[in-house]
């Protein structure tokens, strides 16, 4: 129901009651009207025809009937003659005000007192005085009916104006209501013109700022929604990169071991075998021959070395747990001053390539950081199994969180996030127990397929 219904009907409700209180005190009022005028016209009849009832004695019977046809009716009362043996010898005519009609039977009984009856004994005969309402209720009839019309006519008319005012009034509701049902549909550069009124001039500017805000809200929603879209999609690029790139350091970490090293080992026993051969006796060709064997040497190392940080051979041949052990004690080997501590469940479940690899680079990279950037004493390295996560914590003591370590320029610890992110997990940095830096990443555990 619209808000101008509502209004007509709560106005004519409150005609309704207001004329129907109306009518309620006519009908009291005419209730005791007809009671007076009835008990009146009742006592003075009675009093009246007991005093002239010396009419009968002088002239009889036919003198008081000829005393009642002369009199006629009086007032709201019958008369009735009955003669000495009971027969009804005169009635008194019928009324002629508003001959023909009567009030309702039911307002009648509404508002009719109990009727007067009063018997005069005349000689042998009586008289019968009946008091009679009929005409004094059909004019408080004829006063409630006019009264009726007069409020129908006054709640329709009324009700007509108020529906005109209130639409006048009410529409710059309906223009609100349209540029609410163009915002339903989308359309959020809907805008209000400046309506009148106070009242008006508050909804329009209040509808125009809300559909700017929601405007911009939208906005702001279809951008952030395009930046989550391009975010999931460079985390897929990034790791997608990250696995090519861990597929050409294992592939260039086994052309050096398989390869270059093998070369590098010809190329050595060939020296030896110049500086054991019983010929050799040149000084400059012995020289040369253990240049040969010492820089060979020196290159194998290197490559040696260089191999585990571009792909240790344990992770893809024995696990994660495996290569974080030889990590670890390649670091303790390198800092024997720093006490280092891994613990690492055992066994892991069963861990695809990706999850692997990132567990590793982000223990690497921590390892990395706090060792060469946090001047830490103590390290603590755990790779757990919660719930479906595997949790990789990495502590230490050193001079805590760097500073602007989120600025341009530093991606080791973007770097980490980035992989926990890539594969749907979490990351944290934040203070350790000991005052030191916490690195904590939580990858979904996701089974070798």
């Known amino acids: 129901m619209s808000l101008r219904l509502q209004i007509n009907l709560i106005i004519a409700v409150l005609m309704s009651l207001f004329i129907g209180t109306v009518v309620y005190q006519q009908i009291q009022d005419t209730r005791s009207s007809v009671r007076e005028e009835i008990e009146g016209s009742n006592q003075v009849a009675t009093q009246f025809l007991t005093r002239v009832s010396w009419v009968y004695q002088v002239s009889g019977l036919g003198g008081m009937l000829s005393f009642l046809n002369q009199l006629g009716r009086v007032r709201a009362n019958d008369v009735f003659l009955y003669s000495p043996a009971g027969e009804l010898v005169y009635a008194s005519p019928p009324s002629t005000y508003k001959s023909g009609r009567d009030a309702p039977q039911w307002f009648a009984r509404l508002v009719s007192p109990p009727l007067q009856r009063q018997e005069i004994g005349i000689g042998d005969g009586r008289m019968v005085i009946q008091a009679n309402s009929s005409r004094a209720v059909l004019d408080g009839w004829d006063t409630l009916e006019r009264l009726l019309w007069i409020g129908a006519i006054a709640l329709a008319l009324v009700n007509a104006v108020v529906f005109w005012l209130t639409g006048r009034v009410l529409q710059p509701l309906q223009i609100v209501i349209r540029g609410l049902k163009r915002m339903e549909q989308g359309d959020y550069q809907a805008r209000l013109p400046a309506l009148t009124g106070k009242e008006g001039r508050l909804m329009s500017l209040a509808f125009n700022r809300t559909a700017q805000a929601v405007a911009d809200g939208a906005a702001a929603q279809k951008l952030a929604s395009e930046a989550r879209q391009r975010l999931q999609e460079n985390r897929e690029l990034t790791q997608m990169i990250q696995a090519h790139i ?34 050799a006796r040149d000084a400059r060709i012995t020289e040369a021959a253990g240049l040969i064997v010492d820089t060979a040497g020196r290159m194998y190392d290197a490559i040696h070395e260089m191999i585990p940080r571009l792909r240790p051979f344990a992770l893809d041949s024995f696990g ?41 680079r982000i223990v690497q ?15 603590e390295v755990s790779v757990r199994v919660e719930a479906d996560r595997l949790v990789v914590r990495v502590g230490d003591n050193g001079v805590g969180v760097p500073t602007g370590w989120d600025q341009p320029g530093h991606y ?38």
């Open 365 to 379: 990279e921590a390892l990395i950081n706090a060792l060469r950037h946090a001047s830490a004493s103590r390290i």
């Open 320 to 360: 994660l747990g495996d290569a974080l052990s030889d990590l670890a004690g390649e670091w303790r080997t390198r800092h024997p001053e720093v006490e280092m501590h891994l613990e690492v469940d055992d066994p892991l479940p069963p861990l695809n390539d990706a999850v692997t690899t990132s567990a590793y």
């Open 246 to 279: 861990e597929e050409e350091r294992r592939s260039i970490a086994r052309e050096l071991h398989d390869e270059l090293g093998q070369s590098i080992t010809a190329i050595k026993s060939i020296g030896q075998s110049i500086l054991q051969h019983p010929d």
């Open 412 to 449: 080791g610890v973007r770097g980490m996030r980035e992989r926990a992110a890539a594969l749907q997990g979490s990351f944290e940095l934040g203070a350790g127990h000991d005052g030191g830096t916490q690195v904590i990443a939580r990858l979904p555990v996701v089974a070798q397929a």
